[in-house]
């Protein structure tokens, strides 16, 4: 069993950033890839950002540029760097976790990120 837990999310200004860890706990060992998923109100849960082993990154369009996925490879964690929030990136982030591509995958329960004034 593997349980995520997530955290860093907040309320930050437009052009402002935050930091999002996710830490796992359990079985971890087989965890080949980690990512960042959100969900805004009225609108499907979208890829943020995955990372399989170290290099290998893949990004949603919006967030090119301004966010950065890492992986700590000791601790079984995955972060999230977000840059310049936009009201737009207004959310529940969620983390995910699974042994490969066609695995189900695990979830952690969110945490919000409001970009306001």
């Known amino acids: 069993q593997v349980q995520l837990v997530e955290s860093g999310g907040g309320l930050v200004q437009p052009g402002g950033s935050l930091r999002l860890s996710c830490a796992a706990s359990g079985s971890t060992f087989s965890i080949a890839i980690m990512g960042w998923y959100r969900q805004a109100p009225g609108k499907s849960r979208e890829l943020v950002a995955t990372i399989t082993g170290v290099f290998n990154t893949d990004y949603a369009d919006s967030v090119k540029g301004r966010f950065t996925i890492s992986r700590d490879t000791s601790k079984s964690a995955v972060h999230l760097q977000m840059n310049n929030l936009k009201p737009e990136d207004t959310a529940v982030y969620y983390c995910?976790?699974?042994?490969?591509?066609?695995?189900?995958?695990?979830w952690g329960q969110g945490t919000q990120v409001t970009v306001s004034e």
């Open positions: 995910m976790m699974k042994a490969h591509v066609l695995a189900p995958p695990y």
